[in-house]
């Protein structure tokens, strides 16, 4: 990976982190449908993780308390656990991928 898309990934990463944990917000409350692509989205990415086996332990319990609090009607806090959830899937992802060359160099010759 080129440092350039490594650098552009890990801004994106960061993003998504202060996003998850509220530090910045959204200036507009939250719509069904946005809770809903989001959500998707979200769940995509946890899928994709699975299939490299990297699934991170949370993110089903943060997809389901998601859901629970967009049943409530609280959907800023909804967006705030997808934005989590999206941000694990994410670096699952990336974890996944960088192991599938760094772990030649952990190999005893």
Same mark, same amino acid.
């Given at each position: 990976?080129?440092? #350039? #898309?490594?650098? +552009?990934?890990? !801004?994106?990463?960061?993003?998504?982190?202060?996003?998850? !944990?509220?530090? +910045?917000?959204?200036? &507009?409350?939250?719509?069904? %449908?946005?809770?809903?692509?989001?959500?998707?989205?979200?769940?995509?990415?946890?899928? @994709?993780?699975?299939?490299?086996?990297? %699934?991170?332990?949370? #993110?089903?319990? +943060?997809?389901? &308390?998601?859901?629970?609090?967009? @049943?409530?009607?609280?959907?800023?806090?909804?967006? &705030?656990?997808?934005?989590?959830?999206?941000? @694990?899937? %994410?670096?699952? +992802? !990336? @974890?996944?991928?960088? %192991?599938?060359?760094?772990?030649?160099?952990?190999?005893?010759?």
């Amino acid at each position: 990976m080129k440092f #350039t #898309t490594l650098r +552009i990934y890990l !801004f994106s990463l960061l993003f998504s982190l202060l996003l998850s !944990f509220g530090l +910045i917000g959204v200036s &507009q409350s939250a719509t069904v %449908e946005e809770f809903n692509v989001a959500f998707v989205e979200a769940n995509d990415l946890r899928k @994709q993780a699975r299939a490299l086996k990297h %699934e991170w332990r949370d #993110t089903v319990k +943060i997809l389901r &308390q998601a859901q629970k609090a967009a @049943q409530a009607g609280d959907l800023d806090k909804a967006m &705030q656990l997808v934005a989590k959830a999206k941000f @694990q899937g %994410e670096a699952a +992802i !990336f @974890q996944a991928n960088r %192991e599938l060359s760094l772990w030649k160099g952990r190999v005893v010759r």
